[in-house]
């Protein structure tokens, strides 16, 4: 069975830094693509950064292009998201989830496990 474990969030002020880490178990995760998402109550969730496995390719949302920085470990299935200047918008749970290689990877619709979640709050 299939788990992601997050872990990393926390309260940090405006401008500064966290470091996410989801640790991922139960597959072989080389034709696997990982994301991270976040999710404001109210809102849709919405893409944040993700990987795949095939071909170490990473793409980024908009929001977070140049301040979010997100990377891996295959050996470990793990995968980490670098989250610096933080600002009051990214408050949010962060989720991590996994879907197959052929997925688009900003649908999150697409995928197939996610982790519990991690709060991640930002104050002014």
């Known amino acids: 069975q299939v788990q992601l474990v997050e872990s990393g969030g926390g309260l940090v002020a405006a401008g500064g830094s966290l470091t996410l880490s989801c640790a991922a178990s139960g597959d072989t995760f080389t034709n696997y693509v990982m994301a991270w998402f976040r999710h404001i109550v109210g809102k849709e969730r919405e893409y944040v950064a993700g990987?795949?496995?095939?071909?170490?390719?990473?793409a980024y949302a908009d929001s977070v292009e140049g301040r979010f920085t997100m990377s891996g470990d295959s050996a470990e299935n793990t995968v980490y998201l670098q989250m610096n200047n933080l600002t009051p918008e990214d408050t949010a749970v962060y989720y991590c989830a996994v879907g197959n290689s052929l997925i688009p990877l900003r649908d999150y619709t697409r995928y197939i496990y996610w982790g519990q979640g991690t709060q991640v709050t930002v104050s002014s």
């Open positions: 990987l795949s496995w095939n071909g170490r390719s990473i």
